[in-house]
């Protein structure tokens, strides 16, 4: 296992966050929630943020986050209502938070980026939250447009029990040049290994998308399964927790195709930091849709960047060519 502040930092951090986005789950989401109902995603965003932000202010207090939430959704007259929840759940962590001090910790997350700072998705994959699937805690350290060190804690993941229907979660952590490991939220039994798999076929290939059509192209992955005759369906899968399946070699290709009703679009930094670096440190690659390396410098947006394509490394390039193929 990696042996850095950081990295000891990142894994504390997330893993705190990812336990309690757990409890904020099960105590708020239940079978009689309606669909519009989105108020315990929202409260586990912002409990979420607020408690990161203070870890990262007591540990590295000249280090600057940047987040995906804003304080100002919880001062108007809807969020006021929930603001009460979100310090109740951030009091499990630091018992002398009060709503004032809630606030100014989420407001820690905003701002312009600068060189050097760390970026934060406090629930990445918000409808697997309501739905009781994938959803990820997800935190990186971003250095000159490229990840340093990057963890996801992904409470309904276990790869390494995967038969374990208790689900005891998952958290993985990476830093560039030392490698990717990972283990359950529990940390038992302890720190293994991320590698990804050997594939080379593409027709043998596992590929894996987003849930949300309006995350992704489901047209054009349907014309790139038959371009490269792909056996097996795409495993449709919410937030970053595809990373860490990638990166463990459960899966092989991982695409963020432009929505055609979105095809200006542009990836925010925090959706993709922490687990591009996961699979890359796992011996595979990751860039964009164009065979570009993904560039963080360039604000809250991969500004420079059109989609996303991760893969074993193997199977790159073929894909590259079948994405070529179809004009995607």
Request: a negative charge; charged letters at 25%; glycine letters at 8%.
């Amino acid at each position: 296992m990696i042996d850095s502040p950081q990295v000891d930092f990142t894994v504390a951090a997330v893993r705190e966050a990812a336990l309690l986005v757990q409890e904020i789950q099960r105590e708020l989401v239940s079978p009689a929630l309606t669909k519009e109902d989105r108020s315990p995603v929202t409260v586990a965003d912002f409990a979420a943020q607020a408690v990161i932000a203070k870890r990262l202010a007591d540990r590295f207090p000249e280090e600057v986050l940047i987040g995906e939430e804003s304080s100002s959704a919880l001062q108007t007259e809807s969020g006021r209502v929930l603001l009460p929840a979100v310090t109740k759940f951030v009091q499990r962590c630091f018992p002398e938070a009060t709503d004032t001090l809630v606030l100014e910790w989420i407001d820690r997350g905003t701002g312009d980026p600068p060189q050097s700072f760390w970026t934060l998705d406090p629930v990445d994959g918000t409808k697997g939250f309501l739905r009781g699937d994938q959803y990820a805690v997800a935190l990186a350290r971003i250095d000159a447009g490229a990840v340093e060190v990057g963890a996801v804690g992904c409470p309904e993941l276990d790869i390494i029990h995967a038969n374990d229907h208790r689900r005891r979660g998952t958290v993985a952590v990476a830093q560039v040049g030392q490698g990717a490991f990972y283990t359950t939220l529990d940390q038992e039994p302890g720190w293994q290994p991320l590698s990804v798999s050997d594939r080379t076929s593409p027709d043998d290939a596992r590929l894996l998308r987003s849930v949300e059509s309006a995350h992704t192209n489901s047209g054009a992955i349907g014309e790139l399964i038959a371009v490269l005759q792909i056996g097996a369906p795409p495993v449709p899968m919410d937030s970053q927790a595809k990373y860490a399946v990638l990166a463990a070699g459960k899966g092989d290709v991982l695409l963020r195709l432009l929505s055609s009703s979105r095809p200006d679009y542009r990836e925010m930094i925090w959706d993709q930091a922490a687990g591009s670096i996961l699979v890359e440190e796992a011996g595979g690659r990751v860039t964009d849709l164009d065979g570009n390396p993904l560039d963080f410098a360039h604000g809250r947006t991969l500004a420079t960047n059109r989609g996303v394509l991760a893969t074993n490394r193997k199977l790159h390039d073929a894909i590259l060519h079948g994405l070529a193929q179809i004009g995607a």
